[in-house]
C-alpha cells in the first residue's frame, strides 16, 4: 500500500481509538511509578523506568508562508489608451471594439506574469489534533522516544488580485512603456498530515516521575509531511484567457469569452522539522495532562492548475517556508 494511501487510512479509523482511551482513563494498568529504585549492581535497577506511552491531543493552528509566484513564463499582450491613462488586457479590447469604442487603443506591449509578485502571504488560522505511541528510556525516564501522526485541518488562501505590480512592456508600439499590472484571482485551501519521530526531555530529578507537579518539557524531531491543496483559479482581468499554453486547465465558451478554469487537486509531499515545548501534569500515576505548543516546519507547500482529468499539472504558486504553530492540550498515558 503506498504511504500515502496509510495516512489517509489512518484518518478513517481515528475514531475507533476512542473506546480504547475510554478504558485506559478508567481502568489503566498501575503504572508502578513509585518504585524505590534500588541499586543491584552491574548497572541495573529494580526497574528499569521504561514506559509504554499512548497520548491524544487537539486544539488550534496557524498557519504562515511566503507565497512565491509560481507561473513562468506567460505573456500576454496589453493595449493602451492614446492618452495613456488606460491599459486592458487582448480580450478587453477585442470585447471594447465590439461594442464600438476603443478602435484607437494601441498594442503596448506584453508583460511576463512570471515576474509579478502576489499580493499577500499565507496566513490562516485553523484546527490541529494528533495521536502518539512511544516508550521512555530505560535507566533515563527523563527521555521519551514518541511515533506521532499530526492532521492540520483545512484552511484557506483567497487573494483577488492575485499578482500585482509594475512591470515594464515589451514588443509593442510603444517603447520604455511601464504599466501596473494586475492578474488572476485565487482561491484555494489545504490540508496537512505529518508523520513524526520525536524525542522529549522532560525537566525532573531523580528516577520517580513526581505526581500532581508541573512539569516542564522539550522536544524535537523529524517527519513526512502529506499534503492536499486545491486550487479555483479565475480571470476577471482577462489577460489569462487568451494565452493559449492555459487552454488545456479550462473550458470557453467561444473565443472572446473568459476561461472557467477547472478545480484543481494536486497532493504533494515534503519533509517537515519539528520543535516542541510545553507543561504536563501528573493527574494519577499513569495519566498526564499537558498543555503545550508544537511548531512545524515544511519547506513548500504547492498549489498547482490541473486540466479536466488531473492527468496534466502546472505550478501556479507555493507558500515557501511554510510554518504550522499548534497550540495544544493532550492526555498522555504512560503504563
Same mark, same amino acid.
Given at each position: 500500500?503506498?504511504?500515502?494511501?496509510?495516512?489517509?487510512?489512518? #484518518?478513517?479509523?481515528?475514531?475507533?481509538?476512542?473506546?480504547?482511551?475510554?478504558?485506559?482513563?478508567?481502568?489503566?494498568?498501575?503504572a508502578n511509578w513509585e518504585y524505590q529504585g534500588y541499586y543491584v549492581g552491574d548497572g541495573a535497577y529494580e526497574d528499569d523506568g521504561s514506559r509504554f506511552i499512548v497520548s491524544v491531543r487537539g486544539g488550534a493552528s496557524f498557519g504562515m508562508g511566503s507565497i512565491k509566484n509560481e507561473i513562468g513564463e506567460l505573456t500576454p499582450l496589453y493595449y493602451m489608451s492614446p492618452d495613456g491613462s488606460t491599459i486592458m488586457s487582448e480580450l478587453g479590447y477585442y470585447q471594447c471594439t465590439d461594442r464600438g469604442q476603443c478602435e484607437d487603443?494601441?498594442?503596448?506591449?506584453?508583460?511576463?506574469?512570471?515576474?509579478?509578485?502576489?499580493?499577500?502571504?499565507?496566513?490562516?488560522?485553523?484546527?490541529?489534533?494528533?495521536?502518539?505511541?512511544?516508550?521512555?528510556?530505560?535507566?533515563?525516564?527523563?527521555? #521519551?522516544?514518541?511515533?506521532?501522526?499530526?492532521?492540520?485541518?483545512?484552511?484557506?488562501?483567497?487573494?483577488?488580485?492575485?499578482?500585482?505590480?509594475?512591470?515594464?512592456?515589451?514588443?509593442?508600439?510603444?517603447?520604455?512603456?511601464?504599466?501596473?499590472?494586475?492578474?488572476?484571482?485565487?482561491?484555494?485551501?489545504?490540508?496537512?498530515?505529518?508523520?513524526?519521530?520525536?524525542?522529549?526531555?522532560?525537566?525532573?530529578?531523580?528516577?520517580?516521575?513526581?505526581?500532581?507537579?508541573?512539569?516542564?518539557?522539550?522536544?524535537?524531531?523529524?517527519?513526512?509531511?502529506?499534503?492536499?491543496?486545491?486550487?479555483?483559479?479565475?480571470?476577471?482581468?482577462?489577460?489569462?484567457?487568451?494565452?493559449?499554453?492555459?487552454?488545456?486547465?479550462?473550458?470557453?465558451?467561444?473565443?472572446?469569452?473568459?476561461?472557467?478554469?477547472?478545480?484543481?487537486?494536486?497532493?504533494?509531499?515534503?519533509?517537515?522539522?519539528?520543535?516542541?515545548?510545553?507543561?504536563?501534569?501528573?493527574?494519577?500515576?499513569?495519566?498526564?495532562?499537558?498543555?503545550?505548543?508544537?511548531?512545524?516546519?515544511?519547506?513548500?507547500?504547492?498549489?498547482?492548475?490541473?486540466?479536466?482529468?488531473?492527468?496534466?499539472?502546472?505550478?501556479?504558486?507555493?507558500?515557501?517556508?511554510?510554518?504550522?504553530?499548534?497550540?495544544?492540550?493532550?492526555? #498522555?498515558?504512560?503504563?
Amino acid at each position: 500500500m503506498p504511504f500515502c494511501d496509510i495516512i489517509r487510512s489512518m #484518518r478513517s479509523r481515528n475514531l475507533f481509538l476512542l473506546p480504547f482511551l475510554s478504558c485506559l482513563f478508567f481502568g489503566a494498568a498501575n503504572a508502578n511509578w513509585e518504585y524505590q529504585g534500588y541499586y543491584v549492581g552491574d548497572g541495573a535497577y529494580e526497574d528499569d523506568g521504561s514506559r509504554f506511552i499512548v497520548s491524544v491531543r487537539g486544539g488550534a493552528s496557524f498557519g504562515m508562508g511566503s507565497i512565491k509566484n509560481e507561473i513562468g513564463e506567460l505573456t500576454p499582450l496589453y493595449y493602451m489608451s492614446p492618452d495613456g491613462s488606460t491599459i486592458m488586457s487582448e480580450l478587453g479590447y477585442y470585447q471594447c471594439t465590439d461594442r464600438g469604442q476603443c478602435e484607437d487603443y494601441i498594442a503596448a506591449g506584453y508583460v511576463n506574469l512570471g515576474s509579478l509578485p502576489a499580493t499577500q502571504d499565507y496566513e490562516s488560522f485553523g484546527f490541529a489534533a494528533g495521536a502518539s505511541l512511544g516508550w521512555t528510556l530505560p535507566y533515563t525516564p527523563q527521555w #521519551r522516544l514518541e511515533l506521532g501522526w499530526d492532521h492540520i485541518a483545512e484552511s484557506e488562501y483567497n487573494a483577488s488580485p492575485f499578482i500585482e505590480g509594475e512591470t515594464p512592456l515589451f514588443g509593442g508600439s510603444v517603447s520604455n512603456a511601464t504599466a501596473v499590472i494586475s492578474s488572476g484571482a485565487v482561491q484555494s485551501k489545504v490540508e496537512t498530515d505529518i508523520i513524526s519521530v520525536m524525542a522529549f526531555y522532560d525537566f525532573y530529578d531523580g528516577l520517580q516521575k513526581p505526581m500532581r507537579t508541573a512539569i516542564p518539557y522539550v522536544g524535537f524531531g523529524v517527519g513526512y509531511a502529506d499534503i492536499k491543496t486545491t486550487l479555483q483559479l479565475s480571470d476577471p482581468y482577462g489577460d489569462l484567457s487568451g494565452i493559449y499554453e492555459l487552454l488545456p486547465y479550462g473550458v470557453k465558451e467561444q473565443d472572446d469569452s473568459v476561461i472557467q478554469f477547472y478545480r484543481s487537486e494536486l497532493s504533494s509531499g515534503n519533509i517537515a522539522g519539528l520543535l516542541a515545548l510545553g507543561v504536563s501534569y501528573g493527574l494519577t500515576e499513569n495519566m498526564f495532562f499537558d498543555i503545550g505548543a508544537r511548531v512545524a516546519y515544511i519547506p513548500r507547500i504547492r498549489w498547482a492548475l490541473s486540466n479536466e482529468d488531473a492527468s496534466q499539472h502546472r505550478d501556479w504558486f507555493s507558500a515557501e517556508n511554510a510554518i504550522y504553530a499548534n497550540i495544544m492540550l493532550s492526555l #498522555r498515558f504512560e503504563f
